[in-house]
């Protein structure tokens, strides 16, 4: 598609399809003032949507637990991101989804009054840790200065703007000579980081934390993956200790899958490789990206 005006990305905003770099939200908006939002991410890959029914459920219980109503039907948003993806032409894309509280009515802040709002855009794909360096292992910080919200304050599990915290462990990360951090919660109990969550292999078993964390779609698919390649695997709280003496460390997110972290603060992980564990559980998340029962494809203009 020569001169397409979506090649870098395409924007739903407002009932129309804009290009990326043009798209806008007002300024009074609450999901910008407030943090009065919800959204989720589905990656494109290969042309293909991957597992978009588990992050529609997921952005859907989002939005209801938020007491949002949108104008739009589940169906018409899925439309606007087949749409997105389709004008973009991008094979491999970061989609995104938002519903935000919107702008207030005249003379009321009061947020069961809003017309709630929904915008959407497709962009390239976006990697937290790029693939290169995914073959060598990124170096994770916990953080120290910084706890998670707590969920009685947020509840992670409704994918959130609130990244106070996640952004300000990424400087700590910075500042110790790490790529990106992992939070405590209040009780020293290990959380997830800015996009990800985490994964230990420790004494043979893969562990990810239970609770104070987004339930992320790549964490389940590493899960069920898991199950299906007979690598034992729990849902448990685990403090840094555990994290120390992990043989192998790995992160999740849909931004980048199933990405290797071979620095803990400042001790290698394991070998100092990415894990054997890690590895096989990438190749496997990387293939089922082609298989029918989780993927839909998009149907690009010729
Ligand atoms: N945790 C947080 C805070 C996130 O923002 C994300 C994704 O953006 C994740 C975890 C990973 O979730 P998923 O695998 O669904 O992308």
Not at 180 to 188: E, F, H, I, R
Not at 232 to 247: G, S, T
Not at 268 to 295: C, F, I
Request: net charge negative; aromatic share 10%.
């Amino acid at each position: 598609m020569p001169n397409n005006p979506y090649a870098d990305g395409c924007a739903w905003i407002e009932g129309a399809y804009v290009p990326i770099h043009e798209a806008r939200i007002p300024i009074l908006d609450t999901g910008f003032t407030h943090s009065d939002v919800t959204y989720d991410v589905v990656a494109v890959w290969n042309g293909k949507f991957f597992r978009l029914d588990a992050h529609m459920a997921r952005f859907t219980s989002s939005w209801q637990r938020l007491r949002m109503t949108p104008s739009l039907s589940v169906s018409d948003m899925q439309d606007i991101l087949y749409e997105c993806v389709r004008r973009s032409g991008l094979r491999n894309a970061y989609v995104e989804m938002v519903l935000s509280r919107g702008v207030a009515p005249a003379g009321t802040r009061d947020p069961r009054l809003f017309d709630n709002r929904f915008y959407a855009y497709a962009i390239p794909y976006v990697w937290i840790v790029q693939p290169e360096d995914q073959e060598i292992g990124t170096h994770l910080v916990i953080c120290q200065d910084t706890i998670r919200i707590s969920p009685q304050a947020v509840d992670p599990t409704i994918k959130n703007f609130h990244w106070g915290d996640l952004v300000r462990g990424l400087f700590e990360a910075y500042d110790r000579g790490g790529t990106t951090a992992v939070l405590m919660d209040a009780d020293g109990y290990l959380t997830e980081g800015p996009g990800f969550n985490l994964f230990a292999y420790y004494e043979g078993c893969l562990l990810t934390p239970d609770s104070g964390v987004l339930e992320g779609v790549t964490r389940r698919t590493v899960l069920e993956l898991a199950e299906e390649m007979a690598i034992p695997a729990k849902m448990d709280r685990f403090r840094a200790d555990v994290l120390r003496a992990a043989d192998e460390i790995f992160i999740t997110s849909t931004a980048g899958g199933v990405m290797p972290v071979t620095v803990l603060d400042d001790q290698q992980v394991g070998n100092g490789k990415p894990g054997s564990v890690t590895m096989r559980l990438r190749k496997r998340y990387w293939d089922a990206h082609d298989e029918a029962h989780w993927t839909s494809p998009v149907d690009y203009p010729a």
